[in-house]
């Protein structure tokens, strides 16, 4: 079990008082990103103004001085919260942590290496705004990938060989940019590596879930924390047992007869 502290200097974002509850939780899991997280809450602040909204950093046991960086940020952003892992216990229960402690009905994820416009988010929700049937989750698919070759190349086989198993009709599940409603989010059965099954285990839930075209750029600083050992083997045992759970769920037809 992971242990965590939260500090808090306030809890709402834009134009939101006291005991209103915003209207969006943005959750971020970061470990070892100092150079690049400060900028993404810039950002942020900058493309969600309008809006009434939260972030959650979660930090998973960074060494780097992301604590530091974190705590300077809260003096002038109050709608910034974080969520501090006192060792790293990796990014599905980084966001679980940041998706628990979130305290609006809506959250969107983003990575914290900026990779993600957080822009995007915008986007997810006009999409979602605009679907004609209510939806649990708008998944980003990113249009161009600034990653590596080979790092493209696996993602490719990778997504191919899930989606043909899984039979999601997602193409990039690697894609952290998702919103999603956080109470169905709170159901899905939690295990390590799942945040890449999210679109899966959603649908399992008998959730809607669409997808939108978003932007993807180049990590300005560090290195990504994901290699081809670290994301091949567990992303096999995992891809089994979301299978397993495919085919043991039943979905009820519900009569109400009051």
Not at 104 to 127: F, H, R, S, Y
Not at 220 to 234: Q, T, V
Request: net charge neutral.
């Amino acid at each position: 079990m992971q242990r965590w502290d939260e500090d808090t200097a306030g809890t709402a974002g834009h134009a939101v008082g006291a005991d209103a509850a915003p209207a969006l939780s943005v959750v971020i899991p970061v470990k070892d990103e100092a150079e690049n997280i400060g900028p993404l809450l810039d950002e942020i602040h900058a493309c969600l103004s309008d809006l009434r909204f939260e972030v959650i950093v979660v930090d998973d046991g960074s060494r780097d001085g992301t604590d530091a960086v974190l705590e300077k940020a809260q003096s002038g952003y109050p709608w910034l919260r974080v969520v501090r892992h006192r060792d790293a216990c990796g990014q599905s229960t980084a966001t679980c942590s940041g998706v628990t402690a979130a305290k609006a009905d809506w959250v969107a994820t983003l990575d914290g290496d900026g990779q993600n416009p957080p822009a995007g988010i915008l986007k997810l929700i006009e999409v979602r705004d605009a679907a004609a049937h209510p939806v649990a989750m708008v998944a980003g698919q990113r249009e161009k990938r600034h990653d590596t070759w080979f790092r493209k190349l696996s993602s490719r086989v990778a997504n191919g060989v899930r989606g043909g198993l899984l039979k999601d009709g997602i193409s990039d599940t690697g894609c952290s940019l998702k919103l999603f409603r956080r109470d169905i989010f709170m159901t899905l059965p939690y295990f390590d590596h799942m945040h890449r099954f999210l679109p899966a285990l959603v649908q399992r839930h008998g959730g809607t879930v669409i997808t939108a075209p978003v932007q993807h750029r180049h990590r300005e600083h560090g290195i990504s924390k994901y290699g081809f050992h670290n994301r091949l083997w567990p992303g096999i045992v995992d891809l089994i047992g979301v299978l397993w759970l495919q085919r043991r769920t039943k979905l009820p037809t519900i009569e109400h007869r009051d």
